[in-house]
């Protein structure tokens, strides 16, 4: 709770609303996740031993019929059937070949599938089935082999029938020619075992399984949707590692299924089944989408009330604390504008007059400060005219009676000017030309008397247009020509600029005289800086700057740098754009 003093009542009710809900939420999804993990390990495992026990019956079928081609490969009635004359021509060898068939025939039905065996003598070039002599295809019987069991087209039947068969010679193997063989037996059996074995499989369950090759495609029930079984093709072909899958994950057709494949070794195919997994986590997954739309919208219920809390009661606190530390930084001109239909309509109205009352009452005295400053200016500037007045006397009648006319006509033009406009108190915002001039007689007067001072003076037109306060540069220069270059031997100069850059005025003045110290430099800064000078000393430079600020606002700056000889004085501030508009119109 000691850190919890730190926050306001708004984000305690919001912190307080997260410790109930969040280990709510935590504990129901950390729950569903051991559920929803348990039964993928389920379906996992019980899909695999599903699937590994339809290949062991499908092994196991296909064990017993080539068992029963071994047995009757070593029958002892079949092993004399060389030393018969086929075909039959007695009725000895008629009842031999009726033996035969009846045997055939009884294997046939000695296992689950459907099966055939057929008998094959070479050097007779005789075939026998259990429904009686067949037709002998010496290129067909060319074909046979020993390698286990393969997938092919059935002589005898309609083209495209294909079954899976076996082949046992004598003797054993068919290592020698086929042709040369005593006998075979051809043992077979159609794909519709395997598809009925695949309906029982599948008759009360989701899955979906088929046999696959990679050469001979595929093998499925007839009662099944099959809707994954092409696109699950495509992939096998494209990726063969999935002949080896167990328990992958794929994606088809925007679902996601889950892949278990295996071999079956004595066919050489594959058995491959899949299962929907929206089929079986679907219910869980419906159940955690209404979970979290209600979590969803007791949160936003709890959202809208505390934002109906904070409009009412943490907005206005929190403006009114705004206004407070800003009102004890100095600024007396904010007020509380918003409107909140409550009882801090009424906190609100009375702290805007009490705003009022202070800002009113600090102004008045300011203000009677500024007036006293500017009357101890113009004191200041009373006793040194007559002193600057006296010094151009002398140099007029030193020029006269030197005979410079030209001098002291120079001097007396300036001069007048000068003490026109320092005495005309009609207009205190004239234009920054109005005050240019002003300056540029000042320079000139005092370039008459040194000698020595040169000026440049680099205005902007757009700028030379735009009001300022009187009297604001004169003083600044005077500063410079008195305490920067008089007392500095040698050439002095002088350099007005200004310019607008993105709505901002700049006006820069700087000479090249004895300039300040860093710690002088500094201190100057320091007295600059406070809301009101005590002494004379940098009292002309502090007025400056007050009614740069007083006229263009807080943001106007004036600003003094050291040079590596002589001063530079800065002053910005934001060009009102109804000038900015004017001078437009104008040019």
């Known amino acids: 709770m000691i850190y919890m003093k730190r926050f306001n009542m708004f984000t305690r009710i919001i ?47 296909a064990d017993s019929i080539n068992i029963l081609s071994g047995l009757l490969s070593r029958d002892p ?3 004399t059937v060389e030393y018969y004359h086929l075909p039959a021509s007695t009725h000895e060898d008629f009842a031999y070949i009726t033996t035969i068939m009846d045997k055939l025939r009884l294997h046939s039905i000695a296992n689950g599938w459907e099966s055939e065996f057929r008998l094959f003598v070479p050097g007779a070039e005789f075939a026998l089935s259990k429904n009686g002599l067949v037709s002998y295809n010496s290129d067909y019987v060319a074909t046979m082999t020993s390698e286990g069991w393969s997938y092919r087209p059935y002589p005898d039947l309609q083209s495209g029938i294909y079954r899976f068969v076996k082949y046992n010679a004598e003797p054993f193997g068919l290592d020698i020619p086929p042709a040369e063989a005593n006998r075979i037996i051809e043992a077979s059996f159609t794909p519709e075992s395997i598809r009925r074995m695949l309906e029982q499989f599948n008759s009360s369950e989701r899955n979906e399984t088929f046999l696959y090759h990679p050469d001979h495609g595929v093998i499925r029930n007839l009662t099944g949707e099959h809707s994954y079984v092409q696109p699950l093709i495509q992939l096998m072909a494209d990726d063969p590692s999935m002949l080896e899958a167990k328990n992958q994950k794929v994606r088809v057709d925007g679902r996601s299924l889950m892949v278990n494949a295996m071999k079956i070794e004595r066919l050489n195919w594959y058995v491959v089944d899949y299962v929907p997994l929206e089929d079986i986590v679907g219910p869980m997954e419906r159940n955690n989408q209404v979970f979290y739309a209600s979590i969803a919208a007791i949160a936003l219920i709890g959202l809208l009330i505390a934002v109906v809390l904070y409009k009412q009661i943490q907005s206005p606190i929190r403006e009114l604390l705004r206004n407070v530390k800003q009102m004890k930084k100095g600024n007396y001109s904010l007020r509380v504008r918003s409107t909140y239909h409550n009882e801090f309509d009424v906190l609100s109205l009375h702290y805007n007059e009490m705003a009022d009352q202070i800002q009113t ?18 004191q200041l500037q009373a006793q040194i005219n007559p002193h ?19 001098a002291v006509r120079e001097m007396a033009l300036n001069l007048g000017h000068y003490y026109r406009y320092t005495t005309r108190t009609e207009n205190q915002l004239p234009t920054m030309e109005e005050e240019l001039r002003l300056v540029e007689h000042y320079l000139t007067i005092q370039r008459l008397r040194m000698n020595r001072i040169q000026f440049e003076v680099d205005v902007s037109p757009a700028m030379r247009v735009l009001p300022m306060p009187r009297l604001l540069l004169q003083p600044i220069v005077e500063n410079a020509v008195i305490h920067g270059l008089e007392p500095c031997p040698g050439p002095g100069h002088i350099r007005i600029a200004g310019s607008i850059l993105n709505d901002t005025c700049q006006l820069i003045i700087e000479d090249n005289g004895i300039g300040l110290s860093d710690d002088a430099l500094s201190e100057l800064r320091k007295k600059l800086e406070l809301p009101l000078i005590d002494s004379d000393s940098g009292c002309g430079l502090w007025n400056v700057r007050q009614r740069l600020k007083y006229q263009f606002g807080t943001d106007a700056e004036f600003r003094i740098e050291g040079r590596d000889r002589g001063i530079r004085f800065i002053m910005r501030w934001k060009c009102p754009q109804s000038d900015i508009h004017r001078e437009e119109r104008e040019h």
């Open 77 to 79: 009635i079949i092993q």
């Open 388 to 406: 600057f007045l006296y010094n151009c006397m002398y140099f007029i009648m030193n020029m006269s009676t030197l005979g410079e006319d030209e």
């Open 15 to 61: 912190i307080l609303m997260l410790i109930i809900w969040v280990p709510l939420v935590a504990l129901y999804v950390h729950a569903n996740r051991v559920s929803l993990g348990i039964v993928n390990k389920d379906i996992r495992s019980t899909n695999l031993e599903r699937l590994g026990f339809l290949v062991e019956q499908m092994e196991r079928e």
């Open 361 to 378: 009452l600090i102004e008045r005295v300011y203000q009677e400060e500024i007036r006293s400053r500017e009357a101890t200016l113009k």
